[in-house]
């Protein structure tokens, strides 16, 4: 039974129920945290620790570039954090999700804000340490979700909100924004 429940969620996702905007940004929050302590806590630690054991040589990079890096991602994630909370009833965990399609905000340039601004977050914190090994970590989880996460949320994406889905995917690329905002009400 719980088995069959884990396998239809991993297959068709798994709407939020209806909640108070709160407790989805509480949820949200939650969500954030885990997120940061795994793959910029955690993950870079070891890959820091490996990279200390095998000695490999490490790269200056400006700090305070870096730390621009990190916080323009940080603004970018939070930012569209809250749009998905406020506009689509629901978090941004695909287990979670909205239950409206939200294209506003920063959705209106970039097809997945939360994740490049996480991402951006990453490839700051390899610059910050100047550690090619944390780079690499960061990499491989940049192809990771490109790969692996990207498809299933946007086959849940397109189940649930079909062809204004698709005219915006088609519109507004993953990775590269757009100098013009996308206006969902122009076919």
């Known amino acids: 039974m719980i088995l069959d429940k884990a396998r239809e969620i991993w297959r068709n996702g798994r709407t939020a129920k209806p909640a108070?905007?709160?407790?989805?940004?509480?949820?949200?929050?939650?969500?954030?945290?885990a997120m940061w302590t795994v793959f910029l806590g955690v993950g870079p630690f070891l890959a820091w620790q490996i990279e200390t054991l095998l000695a490999v040589s490490r790269f200056e990079f400006p700090k305070f570039l870096a730390a621009i890096l990190f916080f323009g991602g940080a603004a970018l994630a939070f930012s569209s954090q809250y749009f998905l909370v406020t506009r689509g009833d629901g978090t941004p965990l695909p287990l979670d999700s909205t239950r409206r399609f939200v294209v506003e905000g920063p959705y209106r340039y970039v097809r997945n804000p939360m994740?490049?601004?996480?991402?951006?977050?990453?490839?700051?914190?390899?610059?910050?340490?100047?550690?090619?090994?944390?780079?690499?970590?960061?990499?491989?989880?940049?192809?990771?979700?490109?790969?692996?996460?990207?498809?299933?949320?946007?086959?849940?994406?397109?189940?649930?909100?079909?062809?204004?889905?698709?005219?915006?995917?088609?519109?507004?690329?993953?990775?590269?924004?757009?100098?013009?905002?996308?206006d969902s009400s122009r076919p």
């Open 115 to 182: 994740a490049l601004g996480s991402l951006l977050q990453g490839y700051a914190l390899g610059f910050w340490l100047g550690s090619p090994l944390v780079l690499l970590y960061v990499y491989a989880g940049t192809l990771a979700w490109n790969y692996l996460a990207r498809p299933w949320e946007e086959r849940d994406l397109e189940r649930k909100f079909g062809a204004p889905f698709l005219r915006y995917k088609g519109a507004v690329r993953c990775w590269i924004p757009r100098f013009s905002p996308y």
């Open 20 to 33: 108070s905007v709160r407790f989805n940004y509480a949820k949200t929050l939650a969500q954030t945290a």
